[in-house]
Structure formats: structure tokens, C-alpha cells
């Protein structure tokens, strides 16, 4: 034992001796080397003397009465990685900064909740947001301005006018900053709509009607550039498009799924989604590779698997999660955040894409006899050329055409192509790569744990289900306290940051998704604690929303409520459907009446801007249709269960056990020496049926 002691001691002060030499080898180093996020240890370096966020930081700016200037990015951001290079490693700039400015430096994806205010405030200012996001605050944190990326001289001329109009005309500036504090509490106010009627089907179709004037039916996706996966919005489409019997509507969403899948954002030498495309065919990505990406993608393409049987999306789903498993997951279960968008060039250069582009010359040279082929099916040539001699791999044509072409079957086709990926895969393997945000994310692992379940709940591979259950107990075990409250963050063994509203309404989400596939129990009761929990800590009592972060939290400049589904669907939307399916489960809680309040204070939105609120829409099909519950008792209920969840039936939620249990739905109905199948709706039920496909016929 003592052997160990000192061993460990040695180690201790091994690594401890290691860091204090690598910050002396550096000739600056700030406040964020004490931090744990990539993205803010990226500039730790920088000469600029950096702060993370923390109370204290925000209690010295106003004892000295100092501008903030607060900076904001993530680690995958191209533009955060020019401008840190152009201005923050630069000690003329440095030295502006630290004369007349505290500098706080956020990681967006460990704080959204910092994020979302300040971007609120750049779009009222100027219009438009992104990253990075750049802030001038009173040292009380309101805005008074802001910018996303800035070349140097712009920079500098911008802060020294700032720092002078602070000390000559203070008023004048703490004025603009309490009417744009107002504007920003104005803008996130959600009325109690307690009279208003729910949101009709015929509404509906109408909301949707309008929203097909924006859709690129060759292309896929939205008429403009560039063009965001929006998973959601597939998603939310899928389901309209089969529970109303729209023919046009699935031939959207087809091209859509097709279009991306054939498209540069696909990885199609090592799976997985970048981002977003710069243009209209999805040909050029934003190359950083993001957990929530790929987490959202691959449930929906299991699902749209499952309804068009095309085996490209079954494709894209096994290729994806091949690439979160090699790539994003840690030896603990958790998932890490993200690839960066830039690498190193053969000349040693950071380079956006560089790990990911090829030479019409590498490819000829690698692939020898096959490169005819290669170069018809991933357009070597005009259409697939990127810039500067690089080509980024895209599809414009099915197997069955090119295998027609060069007259072979498509099963010889794919065997070729696949053997020509796995050679440029061994030879991209050799290249510098991207640089990967090892911080794990309660949130996304969240959607990552649904994509999983999804996964193995259509396309039926029990990997997909073991890597599911390895997640959903890293999350249980390291991400869950004994009350039920979240944490956020997660990095070299230290959970960190109270969580907030998405991390709760992507757990409940996921478990409640799992316990659908394995009956067990544990993963129900996890979910409805969490859900309880979320309930009392973060719920305006006023309009029955849900604010973004926990009443335990320290208030900033407001308590904000999300609404709008984007890239990742609302964590008020993800709620409200949550609060609805978990009614199903437990109808004497009235989980069911907020859902149904919460759809209402947000519906007057939705004929304007559909595509905005269309996570909230499925809950607008499933108040307006049939919802089925479906319990499953008996000996065989697991198999039984596994043949129901196979089918795509979104507007319904499954239990199941050997015999009569707790929940309402497995009481008194367990018939000895049967499996028998209930499908019910709002606790009453049609008479049991012993096959999963008599079952499927009732609904």
C-alpha cells in the first residue's frame, strides 16, 4: 500500500511539474489554463489576460467600474480560430484589451445560457448573430455592443471608440444598454393563452401549405444557401406526411434525406455529418463535426429507414454510428462534443477541411484501375471541385444508374466503391487530424442516447442497443446527483455546471425512449424523476413554461424562456412532448394539462414561420389525432415488444411486462399461459390481440 501511496505522490508531482514547465515554455499565459474546456484552454496562451466566467470576475468589473468584454465561441469554429489568430494572439491588440477592458471568454456549448442572452442582444443591434460572438457590456453584463468576427484594424478602431465613449459619456451609454436590457426581457416574454382553442388539423395543413413555398424539391432541404441539416424539420415532415397520407410531403422528405446523404456534408469515407453546406446541392460543409448533428441524424434516418425500406438510410445509419463510436466516444460511455473544422495542411498549416479533401492526382494515384469509376460516382470533376485543386466527395446519381453504366450488377458496384472507401480511409488516416472538444455534454449525449435507441429500435442491431445501455449509465452514474438535479459538463472524470432546461428534456427524452425497447423500469422512473424535478426548479408558474435554467441558479440578465426549434428542437418543446407522453404512462398526474397549456402560448406563431416551431407541430398532430397506448403482458412481452417498436408509429407510447405491475396500463390484465397486446387510447382499450400484427391493424 505504501508502494502505491508513493507512486501516486511521484505521479502527482510528475504532472504537476509537467504543467508548471509547459506554462513556462509559453511567454503568456492567463486565467482559462485553469480551465477544463478545449475551446477556452485553446486561449490560454493568448496575451490577452483572459477570464472564464465566474461571479467573482463579474463582482471585481464593477468594483472597478470596467467595461466587459466578453467573447464567445466553441471549439469546431473556423471564424473563432481566424479571429483569435488575427487579434487575440496579437500583443498590440492584447495590450488595448487589457487596459480597457475585464475579457471573459465563453464556450457557447458549456454555457448556452450566457450564449443565448448576448446573442438575443447582437440580433437586435445589428440584425444578424453567429460566432464568434463578440460583447461590450456595462460591468453589470448588459449589452451596449456587440459584433460576430472583426478583422484586426476594425477591431482595434472599434474598441478604442468604445473605450473612449465610456469615459466621456457614461450616461449616454448606460441608457443604451438599460433600453436594449429591456428589449431583451420585452423579446422572451410568453403569455397564458388559457381561452385560446387548440390548433386545429385544418390549421395545420394550412401552416404546413405555407411552409412548402420555401422547399427546393430538386435539391432537398430550403431554397437558400447555405443550407442547415435540420432534423427536426424532417423529422416533424416524416410524421406528418404518413399519419396524414401526403404522397408529396414523403417525396420532400425523400429528396431532402437523399440529397444530404449524397451530398459533401456526408462524410462518405468515414460517416458521419459535418455541420451545414456553404451552397444549394450540400456539396461544400462547414467541415466541423458536431455530437448533436449526427446524434438527431441518425434517429431520423433509422426512422425514415424504416417507412421507405431505402437502404441508403440504413447505410447512413450504421456508418454514423461507426463514426461516433471511433471517433467521439470515451472509454467512460460518454460522448465528446466535436471534430474540428480545420486541420493541419501538408505544409503544416491550419487549414479548414484539410483532413478531408482530395487531389483529382491522390485519388488517380490510389485508386489505379478503379479511378474511372471512383471519379463518375463521387464527381471528380466540376461538379464536385471545391477550390484550389480540392474536391469534396458528392453523389448527383443512384447505384442503379452507374452500375448501368459500366454494365455490372449494383451489389459489384457497391462492393467496389466500399473497397475504394476503406483505401481512403487507411490513407486519410495518415493525415494531421482534427482537433477534437473532448467535453462531454449531458444535452447531447442526450440526443445522442435517442439516435442510439433508435438505432437498434428500427434497424434492429443489439451493438446499437449495448452502446445505448453503456451510455444511458455513464449519464446515470456521472451526470445525475442523488436529488435528481443534472450536471451539465463532464471532463476527465469531474462533472461540472448545473444543467440546464435542454439537458433535462434530452435525458427524459432518451430513458423514456429506452425503457420503450427494453421494458426495464429503471429507465422509466429515472426519466419521470427528472421530469418532476425540471418541473419544480424551472417552471414559470405564470405562463407554465419552463425557463432555460434552474431557480438555483445565479440570475443573469434574465431568466430566459426558449421557444423556437432549431438546429437542436427548443427545450420547451422537447418538454411539452415529454409532459404529453408521460401523461400517457401516468394519467392521475397532470403532466397531460401542462403539455396541452404549453401548445397553446406558443401556437399563434406557427402559421407564419411552421418550419420554426416544427418539433412543437408534432404535438399539434398528436392532440389532433389518435394516440395509442400499447401494453405488452406476458412471458414473451420483450419479444412481443420488439416486433411493435419495429413499426413507425410515432403517436404512440409502449410498456410492457411479464405480469400485472404499478403502472396503470399492467393492471389486471394479465391472462396466464398468454402474451397478449392492449392498444388503448387514454386508458381504454380494444380487446387484446396475440400478434404484434394484429395489434399493428387496430391502430
Known amino acids: 500500500m505504501k508502494k502505491v501511496l508513493f507512486f501516486i505522490l511521484v505521479l502527482t508531482a510528475a504532472l504537476s511539474c509537467k504543467q508548471k514547465s509547459d506554462e513556462v515554455s509559453q511567454k503568456h499565459t492567463n486565467a482559462l489554463i485553469h480551465e477544463t474546456s478545449p475551446y477556452l484552454l485553446q486561449h490560454a496562451h493568448n496575451p490577452v489576460n483572459w477570464e472564464a466566467w465566474h461571479p467573482e470576475v463579474l463582482e471585481r468589473a464593477k468594483k472597478e467600474d470596467k467595461l466587459l468584454l466578453i467573447s464567445i465561441g466553441y471549439a469546431a469554429c473556423h471564424w473563432c480560430h481566424v479571429m483569435e489568430k488575427e487579434c487575440f494572439e496579437d500583443e498590440q491588440v492584447a495590450q488595448l484589451m487589457n487596459d480597457n477592458f475585464i475579457n471573459i471568454k465563453i464556450d457557447r456549448e458549456e454555457r448556452p445560457d450566457v450564449d443565448q442572452i448576448y446573442m438575443d442582444a447582437i440580433q437586435m443591434i445589428s440584425g444578424q448573430g453567429g460566432w464568434p460572438l463578440n460583447i461590450v457590456a456595462l460591468p453589470d453584463g448588459r449589452p451596449f455592443w456587440g459584433a460576430t468576427y472583426v478583422p484586426k484594424d476594425n477591431w482595434i478602431k472599434s474598441l478604442e471608440q468604445l473605450a473612449e465613449l465610456y469615459k466621456k459619456d457614461k450616461p449616454r451609454v448606460t441608457k ?3 433600453d436594449l436590457a429591456n428589449g431583451l426581457h420585452a423579446i422572451n416574454l410568453v403569455e397564458n393563452e388559457k381561452d385560446s ?5 385544418e390549421q395545420l395543413d394550412a401552416a404546413v401549405h405555407n411552409w412548402t413555398q420555401y422547399f427546393d424539391t430538386f435539391l432537398g432541404g430550403h431554397k437558400r444557401a447555405p443550407k442547415f441539416m435540420m432534423p427536426n424539420n424532417w423529422d416533424f415532415l416524416l410524421h406528418y406526411a404518413t399519419a396524414t397520407n401526403k404522397p408529396d410531403i414523403m417525396e420532400f422528405v425523400d429528396t431532402t434525406l437523399t440529397r444530404i446523404a449524397y451530398g459533401g456534408v456526408y462524410d462518405h469515407v ?7 453546406a456553404v451552397d444549394v446541392k450540400w456539396h461544400v460543409p462547414h467541415f466541423e463535426k458536431m455530437l448533436y448533428d449526427n446524434g438527431q441524424l441518425t434517429s431520423l434516418y433509422a426512422k425514415a ?19 461516433v463510436k471511433e471517433e467521439l466516444l470515451d472509454q467512460s460511455g460518454g460522448f465528446y462534443s466535436s471534430l474540428d473544422a480545420d486541420s493541419l495542411d501538408e505544409n503544416g498549416k491550419l487549414e479548414e477541411g484539410a483532413y478531408y479533401v482530395w487531389t483529382k492526382e491522390e485519388l488517380a494515384q490510389l485508386l489505379g484501375n478503379d479511378y474511372e469509376m471512383f471519379q463518375e460516382y463521387f464527381n471528380i470533376n466540376s461538379y464536385g471541385h471545391w477550390e484550389d485543386g480540392n474536391y469534396v466527395l458528392i453523389r448527383d446519381k443512384s447505384d442503379e444508374d452507374i452500375a448501368e453504366k459500366f454494365q455490372i450488377t449494383v451489389p459489384e458496384l457497391k462492393s467496389k466503391i466500399n473497397t475504394d472507401l476503406t483505401l481512403l480511409k487507411k490513407e486519410r488516416n495518415k493525415r494531421p487530424r482534427p482537433r477534437l472538444d473532448d467535453k462531454i455534454l449531458t444535452s447531447w449525449n442526450g440526443l445522442m442516447l435517442k439516435g442510439l435507441v433508435d438505432a437498434y429500435r428500427y434497424l434492429g442491431q443489439e451493438a446499437y442497443l449495448d452502446l445505448a445501455l453503456k451510455n444511458a449509465a455513464f449519464i446515470q452514474r456521472e451526470m445525475i446527483r442523488e436529488d435528481y438535479s443534472l450536471y451539465r459538463n463532464h471532463k476527465e472524470g469531474k462533472s461540472t455546471i448545473n444543467a440546464f432546461l435542454d439537458d433535462y428534456a434530452t435525458v427524459i ?29 424551472f417552471q414559470d ?13 445565479r440570475s443573469l440578465i434574465r431568466r430566459t424562456i426558449e421557444i423556437d426549434d432549431n438546429v437542436i428542437s427548443s427545450s420547451n418543446s422537447m418538454m411539452a412532448i415529454n409532459l404529453f407522453k408521460m401523461h400517457k404512462i401516468y394519467p392521475d398526474k397532470t403532466y397531460g394539462d401542462v403539455s396541452k397549456q404549453m401548445l397553446k402560448n406558443v401556437q399563434k406563431d406557427f402559421d407564419k414561420r411552421a418550419q420554426g416551431f416544427s418539433n412543437w407541430l408534432h404535438l399539434a398532430l398528436f392532440q389532433n389525432q389518435n394516440f395509442y397506448e400499447i401494453a405488452v403482458l406476458g412471458e414473451n412481452f420483450k419479444s412481443m415488444g420488439q416486433e411493435l417498436a419495429k413499426a413507425y408509429v410515432p403517436n404512440s407510447i409502449l410498456v410492457g411486462a411479464a405480469k400485472d405491475g404499478d403502472l396503470e396500463l399492467l393492471k389486471n390484465r ?21 400478434s404484434a400484427e394484429k395489434a399493428l391493424e387496430q391502430l
Request: aromatic residues 16%.
Open 509 to 537: 427524452d432518451a430513458y423514456l425512449s429506452l425503457y420503450e425497447v427494453t421494458f426495464d423500469e429503471k429507465w422509466l422512473n429515472l426519466s419521470k424523476h427528472l421530469l418532476d424535478y425540471a418541473i419544480k426548479h
Open 176 to 178: 443604451y444598454a438599460s
Open 670 to 690: 394479465t391472462v396466464p399461459g398468454k402474451t397478449l397486446t392492449y392498444v388503448c387510447i387514454e386508458g381504454a382499450c380494444k380487446l387484446p390481440v396475440t
Open 270 to 276: 468515414g460517416g458521419g455529418f459535418s455541420r451545414y
Open 197 to 201: 382553442e387548440l390548433y386545429s388539423l
Open 305 to 323: 429507414y424504416t417507412v421507405t425500406k431505402n437502404d441508403l438510410y440504413k447505410d447512413v445509419v450504421n456508418e454514423t454510428v461507426a463514426f
Open 541 to 553: 408558474k405564470e405562463s407554465g413554461m419552463f425557463f432555460y435554467t434552474s431557480d438555483k441558479d
